[in-house]
């Protein structure tokens, strides 16, 4: 279900993939904040769609945001081999360095999944090859 909410007119673009940050100093006092701070923080969100009305900000480059239609994106990471599509679990930061350098580091340390915080598997994916040896696939979850 989309949320209606306001970015930069620079990102306004269907398709468009942004991680909500949360309130900065300058939004506490504005008229329209809560039409903008209605996302939850550090989470991952994908325009769906544009609607013609812009409001003056003065923190974004363009000095305006437009009203959106977003979606929260899928969230992606890797889990250990044994675990199966609609299994709950409680992810835990890999024990593998990080290593900034693997080309998989974007799955194994997605910014939109927390440490400690329960999710559900939606889907299973491919293996991913680990330089640590782990054995690895990658998923889609969801909050359960």
Sequence with gaps: MAIVTMIGIRYAKPGTKFQY?????????????????????????VVKGVREKTHF????????????????APLFTTILE???MGT????????????VGCANFHLC???SIQHGKSYK???????????????????????P
């Excluded at 300058?26 to 991952?44: A, F, I, M, S, Y």
């Excluded at 939606?122 to 690895?136: D, M, N, R, S, W």
């Design 21 to 45: 940050q949360g309130l900065a100093v300058e939004c506490k006092t504005c008229p329209v904040r809560q039409v903008c701070q209605n996302l939850r923080v550090g989470r991952d969100y």
């Design 109 to 111: 340390f997605p910014p």
């Design 82 to 84: 044994r675990k199966t």
């Design 121 to 143: 598997i939606k889907q299973v994916g491919e293996k991913v090859e680990c330089p640590v040896g782990f054995k690895l696939k990658r998923v889609e979850v969801a909050n």
């Design 57 to 72: 900000c003065p923190i974004h480059e363009d000095q305006a945001v437009q009203v959106v239609e977003v979606e929260e």
């Design 88 to 99: 709950s679990f409680t992810w835990e930061t890999p024990q593998c360095g990080p290593y």
